[in-house]
């Protein structure tokens, strides 16, 4: 099993497409695209951890459909965008605000949006989250995980800790 973060797929938002400059001719390819990608990526027996802004403006009844063909075990860490209708989708492992947890011996903290300071930041715990669209400098240890600067797919952690610089937590500025 591997885990992989994500955020702001904007699923059924048609404005993602001009304001995120994403490369899509309409709503139906960005959407199509996107679940392609993730499950290019992510297996059944996979984890995901979502942070925020699954979608914004399909009926409750399609973020259903997207959220059952998403591959993996799928949590949500809860954005500007994402309401009562998305949160109460069945399919969601977990719905948070904030979350905190280890893997693969680092120390993660988890929110939609960037922190100027986290929970041990200063023993090397990585401040993982959404919302900039990659329009935010980046703190060290701190990554946005928004689809639009991570080729449209949840990444693994390996991933995102060589991309920022740092294989493990505390070394470096990541």
Known sequence: MTVFFTADTHFGHAGARALYRRPFPDVRAMDAALLERWNAVVGPEDE????????????EARMQELLARLNGRKHLITGNNDGPRTTSLTGWASVA???????????????????????????GWW??????????????RQADLGVDIWDFRP??????LAARGSRRAGRGEG
């Open 155 to 160: 990444v693994p952690l390996a991933d995102i």
């Open 97 to 123: 605000a904030y979350r905190e947890l280890e893997l693969e011996g680092v120390g993660l903290v988890l929110c939609h949006y960037a922190f100027r300071s986290w929970r041990s930041m200063a023993k």
């Open 48 to 59: 995901v951890w979502h942070l925020g802004d699954f979608a914004l403006g399909p009926t």
């Open 127 to 140: 401040n993982l989250h959404g919302h900039s669209h990659g329009r935010l400098k980046p703190l060290p």
